[in-house]
T-cell receptor, first 112, second 116 residues
């Protein structure tokens, strides 16, 4: 079945540092790929998405590119802020759009 | 506009009891999905409903059931609760129509269930 693997956290960075969170996937067909963010005590919020190979999703300074050849969707941000501290989840949807498969999540802590 | 609302926000139950969790989707959304998020892990898909019919089911035992009402709200029921059912239960709604694969899912804040 489909699966998503993320780098384990926590990732601890200083403010204004460069962020990369690795995500790789296994899927049949042509999934769409997503990054969701979860702030403490809250539900999940969609951060960005990409629907086909070579698409780049971007939002709030974050970006990720759908790489079919390496089955990856790594999340990057050039300069993180303390307010970016949260748990980040990589996910894919099946062809029918009936379900999301999530990775285990990566906790990001940004220190001032 | 109101987002996805879930109730209750927190719940404590005893092993063997039954629980019902409720979800109201965003106005106009006809699809509701349920996910279980155990502490420290990613959410796991339980069910999806669309137009009151089950569209998908994850790898959960028959103790878990759900339904969707004519107003598109949904209930998740869990019977014979086990300690391992303790988790955050998330509801998501989307405007999925005809199986479109790229539709954004909007999540509620979840119901934190503790089984003691």
């Amino acid at each position: 079945g489909d699966s998503v693997t993320q780098m384990e956290g926590p990732v601890t960075l200083s403010e204004e540092a460069f962020l990369t969170i690795n995500c790789t996937y296994t899927a049949t067909g042509y999934p769409s790929l997503f990054w969701y963010v979860q702030y403490p005590g809250e539900g999940l919020q969609l951060l960005l998405k990409a629907t086909k190979a070579d698409d780049k999703g971007s939002n709030k300074g974050f970006e990720a590119t759908y790489r079919k050849e390496t089955t990856s969707f790594h999340l990057e941000k050039g300069s993180v802020q303390v307010s970016d501290s949260a748990v980040y989840f990589c996910a894919l949807s099946d062809d029918a759009g009936n379900m999301l498969t999530f990775g285990g999540g990566t906790r990001l802590m940004v220190k001032p | 506009d109101a987002g996805v609302t879930q109730s209750p926000t927190h719940l404590i139950k005893t092993r063997g009891q039954h629980v019902t969790l409720r979800c109201s989707p965003i106005s106009g959304h006809k699809s509701v999905s349920w996910y279980q998020q155990v502490l420290g892990q990613g959410p796991q898909f339980i069910f999806q409903y669309y137009e009151k019919e089950e569209r998908g089911r994850g790898n959960f035992p028959d103790r878990f059931s759900a339904r969707q009402f004519p107003n598109y709200s949904s209930e998740l029921n869990v019977n014979a609760l086990l300690l391992g059912d303790s988790a955050l239960y998330l509801c998501a709604s989307s405007s999925l129509t005809g199986g479109t694969p790229n539709t954004e899912a909007f999540f509620g804040q979840g119901t934190r269930l503790t089984v003691v």
